[in-house]
């Protein structure tokens, strides 16, 4: 094998992502110092890296956040670079600045290329002068509500008015007449102050029903920028991904090629290196605009590495070491792949955290299945990090073999001790919608009560599978019927007679 990008590699973060990128290091010989807190002493990613050091206390402003301690890490450990991961770090620019002026190298863009698309009205302004469609609207922050007003008029009712620091949707509101103006703009106002500590708010027109579609990007450092396809993201709750897909069933070829384009457009107007991602809307009409970059390796990037075949975070840590490219400047996805966010969250309950020990866990395996976890059996779950436990992720050959696969995938899944959004994916799997690929950034809120509606209780559940075990031993041997075929509740019932049995015979 050719020469590893790195010796040693730090990866300044927790939970999947850093296994993930563990298991890249591992595979181009890198050697990998993992990092950790407090309450991550006896974690995965601790054990399965060659070295960890301690970074302080469980809440992530005292370890995970502070960039002194991670660089300091670095340093002693004899590291050359740090990776970030997603989240965390990953995209201060003060962080990719201090890794580089200490002698390191960042696993990621360019500070001042993470600058560049910190701001919304700085990308918006970059994206429009490479020629890349953006929301019709203003590049620079209002004085007041009587030019908002004179914009709108200009634009059309609904308008958006949104923070320029923005970000997670904070400081964003929508204003479908002059009469709200005032009051509307001083409530984004006071949001983004708070959150952000700036309070410049621009104008947008609101594209009302469209879909979060994503381009992944790459870049070098020799200046080849190259397209690795979408990733339809609209199946989200509060700015919370629950399911991603690639393809989108949205995208023609034709439009793949253009929104790729812009996507390459943007990146390099931005002086972009590494892997990063364009957002757009999609409109119902077919209508796409550039919305923001995101400068960091992404949760749902395993999609892409299914359709495309290409392992995007090695590619990071090889672009890192100035190697080149070798890819056309179009990657086309080949096949299906959709993945499920398995998040410790009670779904039934408000997606309210649910904490405990993980007792017994059943990763689904076989054709096509990915499980990226950083949890295991014994692993506690707490409230100081994101509640995400696992990426399930799955390939097939089509859509619809892809949405099969993933029901059987979630099926063999078990999860013990904490509450988990299994069921509720199941559901989603089968609503009619999702299946048609009807949907957009509001189809999960509108859904949500159908698909998160009354289930019978855990401990009911529980006796009715022990029951259920009971009489599957019972029935063993002397079985002979066969075929139940073609009544939905007789399917629901096998399953369930599968499920019983196999957590009886768990263990035996
Ligand atoms: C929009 C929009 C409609 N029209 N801009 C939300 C967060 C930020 N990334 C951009 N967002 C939106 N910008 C215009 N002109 C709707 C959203 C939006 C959204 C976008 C992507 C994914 C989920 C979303 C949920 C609500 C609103």
């Known amino acids: 094998m050719s020469k590893p990008p790195f010796d040693k590699v730090?990866?300044?973060?927790?939970?999947?992502?850093?296994?993930?990128?563990?298991?890249?290091c591992r595979e181009l010989g890198v050697r990998s110092v993992a990092v950790f807190s407090d309450a991550d002493?006896?974690?995965?990613?601790?054990?399965e890296a060659d070295e960890a050091v301690h970074v302080g206390p469980a809440p992530s402003s005292e370890s995970y956040l502070v960039g002194e301690r991670i660089i300091e890490a670095a340093r002693r450990s004899g590291a050359q670079a740090i990776h970030?991961?997603?989240?965390f770090l990953s995209e201060r620019e003060w962080f990719a600045r201090a890794v580089r002026d200490a002698g390191l190298v960042f696993v990621g863009p360019p500070a001042e290329a993470i600058a560049a698309m910190g701001s919304k009205t700085a990308a918006r302004t970059l994206a429009m002068k490479a020629g890349t469609p953006v929301v019709p609207?203003?590049?620079?922050?209002?004085?007041?509500?009587?030019?908002?007003a004179r914009i709108a008029e200009e634009f059309g009712y609904p308008i958006l008015l949104k923070a320029a620091a923005g970000g997670g949707g904070k400081g964003m509101r929508v204003v479908r007449q002059e009469s709200e103006l005032a009051s509307s703009l001083d409530s984004a106002r006071r949001e983004a102050r708070n959150a952000f500590g700036d309070d410049a708010v621009y104008v947008e027109k609101y594209i009302d029903g469209p879909r979060h579609v994503e381009i992944q990007v790459l870049a070098d450092t020799h200046g080849n920028v190259l397209s690795l396809g979408e990733r339809e993201c609209s199946v989200q709750r509060r700015h919370q991904k629950m399911i991603e897909e690639a393809p989108s069933v949205a995208l023609t070829p034709a439009m793949r090629r253009k929104m790729g384009n812009a996507a390459i457009a943007a990146a390099r107007a931005a002086g972009y290196v590494n892997a990063g991602t364009c957002e757009f809307l999609v409109a119902p009409d077919g209508a796409f605009y550039f919305l923001e970059m995101n400068t960091r390796i992404q949760v749902e990037h395993p999609v892409t590495e299914f359709v495309t075949g290409v392992d995007l975070v090695q590619w990071q840590l090889r672009i890192a070491a100035g190697e080149r490219l070798p890819f056309p400047q179009h990657v086309e996805p080949r096949g299906w792949a959709i993945e499920c966010r398995i998040t410790s969250e009670d779904p039934g309950n408000s997606f309210l955290p649910s904490t405990g020990r993980i007792e017994y866990l059943r990763p689904p395996a076989g054709p096509g299945v990915r499980w990226d976890s950083g949890v295991g059996v014994g692993s506690v779950i707490g409230l100081h990090y994101d509640p995400m436990l696992a990426k399930l992720i799955v390939h097939a050959e089509t859509r619809e073999l892809a949405i099969a696969r993933m029901q059987r995938?979630?099926?063999?899944?078990?999860?013990?001790?904490?509450?988990?959004?299994?069921?509720?994916?199941?559901?989603v799997l089968a609503d009619d919608e999702f299946v048609r690929g009807a949907i957009d950034i509001q189809w999960l809120e509108r859904r949500l009560a159908s698909l998160t509606g009354?289930?019978?209780?855990a401990e009911t559940v529980r006796v009715a599978a022990i029951a259920g075990a009971l009489l599957a031993e019972r029935d063993r041997g002397r079985r002979v019927s066969g075929g139940r075929r073609g009544d939905a509740r007789a399917g629901n019932r096998e399953e369930w007679v599968r499920t019983a049995r196999r957590e009886a015979l768990r263990g035996s």
């Open 10 to 24: 730090l990866i300044a973060n927790r939970g999947e992502i850093a296994l993930r990128i563990i298991r890249a």
């Open 41 to 47: 002493a006896r974690a995965v990613h601790v054990r």
């Open 84 to 87: 970030p991961g997603y989240g």
């Open 137 to 148: 609207g203003t590049t620079t922050a209002l004085v007041d509500a009587a030019e908002a």
């Open 409 to 427: 995938a979630l099926q063999e899944l078990s999860i013990v001790g904490v509450d988990t959004s299994r069921e509720f994916h199941l559901r």
């Open 454 to 457: 009354a289930s019978p209780p």
